[in-house]
């Protein structure tokens, strides 16, 4: 499984740390991506990371605010909010995947994690 970690609430302008940790199986095979669910929206992946050369990608509109990183001894992937946003706010979810980087609106990936709330409001 994925135990994800982190989250909170935060002022707009703050910053979040949020970690994604594999229990029972070693990470370092895996792509891993970070979904968002808003309220009233669909689930969308805005952030992945390569397993072999830890190549990441992003939506633009996290682009410069939100980092993805993997620690493979700790069998974690890391996801660092900065500069918060309201429009930010709601569910974060981490999923892992052996063939696809997970991304967007698909959803049909090996593991998911149980979700991570953040708000961000003043």
């Known amino acids: 499984q994925l135990v994800q970690s982190g989250g909170g609430s935060v002022q707009p302008g703050g910053s979040l740390r949020l970690s994604c940790t594999a229990s029972?199986?070693?990470?370092?095979?895996?792509?891993v991506g970070w979904f968002l669910q808003a309220p009233g929206t669909e689930r969308r992946g805005f952030a992945c990371i390569e397993n072999k050369d830890s190549t990441t990608y992003y939506e633009d509109h996290v682009k410069g605010r939100f980092t993805i990183s993997r620690d493979n001894a700790k069998n974690t992937v890391y996801l660092e909010l900065n500069s918060l946003k309201p429009e930010d706010s709601g569910l974060y979810f981490c999923?892992?995947?052996?063939?696809?980087?997970?991304?967007?609106?698909?959803?049909?990936?090996?593991?998911w994690g149980r979700g991570t709330q953040v708000n961000v409001s003043s």
């Open positions: 999923a892992a995947d052996h063939v696809y980087c997970p991304w967007g609106l698909s959803h049909n990936y090996s593991w």
């Open positions: 029972g199986f070693s990470l370092d095979h895996y792509k």
